[in-house]
């Protein structure tokens, strides 16, 4: 820039011209809001590292005991009891030979048998299968109706939004649990299959979302470019849809994920009392309350179906977290700042 | 403000009889009464199937049986519940009392634990964030969000209760197990205290050394067994904390705070000689009134001495005064441990509210009840933590990046008051919603608790109430808890209005 003052008007221009492509080609290219946010998200470590656990724990549960009519891979069936070999012991081992283990090994029952001889393996992939169900049913189910009921409410105020409230107000009187167990009693005694549990529990887990959503239609119903939507004579429910709604796709996708660990986590507390997923049928809360006194004597009963809730639940949070970090706009310069954790040293240029 | 209570209560108890039908409906609806009696061999079958339909208005149709039950609340305010009886023609109110005394406590003291950590650890990672501690804390309140709680209840039961117990048979701790514990203890401090490389390191190298000599000590002197204070510690301790909080609130040299604290220190040494016999054998009574005295006291102490400042000493001396009258308590407490092992040998319970036929006094029922309350607490109180800790740290990054933070800190303030002066009052707004939402959650979980740990309380109430689709029970387990919930929100309401002015127009 030194030797602008030394150059005629005409010069100026073409310098400016390039300096205008130096620009675009040393800057990165511009990206939609969706492709940064995208961006924004693979960088998240955990959240990376919670999708692929996910992904790996939903295609292991689904082809190995088999879903409905199709069958698995693993040949037995959490049905069928058996005899119990070694006492019920898991026969998996992961700890290779030279650190005194026994090297790796699946084994016939590698989580193990129940008291009857059942494979434990099959009975907590089955589990596990309804859990991720609960997951994506709720999920969908809590979130259309959240958004579309916060939004509809945000946008009308008046009787509606106050409705809406009362509604909420509801669920500080009566806990979330009780609700739950009330209505899953009886989803359980008219048809007993896990979908109906499912829907039972988006029919119930809604409100939260509702009130964010509402909260945030408030604000950007203000909004000029609303104002002009209207003008130019746009449908309510364009108005909603098209230019309301998208806005609030962060809120919307991050409580999403939050609801769904709730319900995975509400799910398996109401099988665990005996308002949820009935017997025959298994559960991972189910397991856990058939098993609980086995602690001592046969603890991997209680171990597996427990830590198999708890990783699913994590993953489901840390995803949750990723994406809140990457539909934050405000984390942008923040991120560049903090310090990482695992972060090796490197060589810093100067500016 | 009346007004304004009113209104909010207006509302609450609409709600509230809003939720109470529809419930009964979706309870009564649950399923077949009879089930059990449809299936079953008795000879009298048909007898216990008509005492069942009498017991429970089976003729009747829905809405008279909910009017029946309405009614039968509504008398409560002449002095006189009914709730119904239950499926097996018991009054439910009678059943009710212990019931909801027990498991009030359990959620009451959850949440005020859970609310006071929770917020504590929220203000501390959220001002150093992304600190080493921001991120243990961090990965910990992900952690328990995702833990199932009956789950965890079980695990503290085998590991905690029975590890406890086993190991106070007698209590030992091996002198490399007492230096490990050190240096896990001095890593944690130093990261929670913070400062310079050179002041963490001096802060663990303190720690580390400190520790496991005095685990030793107390080894030596079989204080898990036989604890003991007494009044030289609590003077000492008292003092101390006197001379720190006038050091920390305005510095040592300001005498109208400074000597009301060191008054107090005195009165907590009289009151300790003075109330020895009359505390060996208390009551919840007295230990009610000794508490509001010991606010009250010291507090008008600071008031008439504290002149331009008596706000600060007002404060301080109130603090001193609680804390020492809670040493005092300690002490009592500590006193009553040996005979209390003698009744109860395994201390930590795992069933129950309450020991049947424990027999001794106040305090060993008071230790009992604080035993068995431990670990249940415990449960509940790591949960809703989580959540507390983590919208208090949201609230309090948000607040910091305000505009009249920065005002205050360019003004010259000190980091301290600008956090809790100006930063963390406004954090709390937010907060104060929450523990309403909550509030009903840990009631929630207090049903699952209940379940684990065989308390015969409101939890225990409702789930076997509903299994034998039973709506007397449930109905009454949700007018004790709907009620609690009513008035701890409509107290967070106030609170929140208090904070906020805004609130109240």
Redesign the interface.
Known sequence: MNNINGKTPQDLTSIAEVEDTKLAVSTEQSKSQSRIVFERFLKHKPAMISSAMLVLITVITFTSVGFGPIPGWWKQSYLDAGTVIDGGKPTLSLLPTWLGGSGFAIGEHPFGQDSVGKDYFALVMNGAQKSIIIAVVVGAVATFLGAVIGAVAGYFRGWVDEVLM?IT???????????A???G??AG?SSGSIFALSLVLGLVTWTGLARLVRGEILSLREREYVSAAQAMGSRTSRVIFKHLLPNTIGVIVVNATFAI?GAI?LE??LS????GVQKPESSL?LL??QY?NA??TRPWL?WWP?MI??VI??A???LG?GLRDAFDPRQTGKRR???G?FALPTRKEKP | MLKFILKRLGSAVGVLFAASLLLYILVINSGDPLGDLRESNAENREYLMQQRIDYMNLEQPWYLRYLTWLGGVGKCFVGSCDLGRNINGVEVSGLLANAASSTLRLVLLATVIAAVLGIAIGVLTAVRQYSGLDYLVTFLTFLFFSLPVFWAAVLLKEYMAIGYNDWLENPQITIGTSILIGVIVGFLLQMLLGGSLKRRRLTFLITAIFVPLLLQYSLWLNFYRYPQMGPAIIVVLTLLLALSATAMSVGLKEKKVLYPALITVVLVLVVYYATFWLLNDANAWILAIGAILSVALPGIIGKFMGGRLSKLATSVSALVGFVGAGLTVLDHIFRAWPGFLDLKGRPIGTIGSSTANLGGGFWDNFLDNATQLLLPTIVLAIISLASYSRYTRSSMLEVQQQDYIRTARSKGLSERTVIFRHAFRNALIPIATIAAFDFAGLIGGAVVTETVFGWKGMGDMFSTGLHAVDPAPVMAFFLVTGTAAILFNLLADIVYALLDPRIRV
Not at chain 1, 169 to 179: G, R, S
Not at chain 1, 272 to 275: A, Q
């Open positions: 009362r107000d509801l669920f500080i009187v009566i806990p979330l649990l009780v609700l167990a009330v209505l009693q009886i005694r660990a986590l398996s507390s665990f009392l005996g308002f809360g856990i309350s609980q602690f001592v209680f427990g809730i708890v639940a994590l489901v949070n840390f977290d700042r903090r310090a954790l």
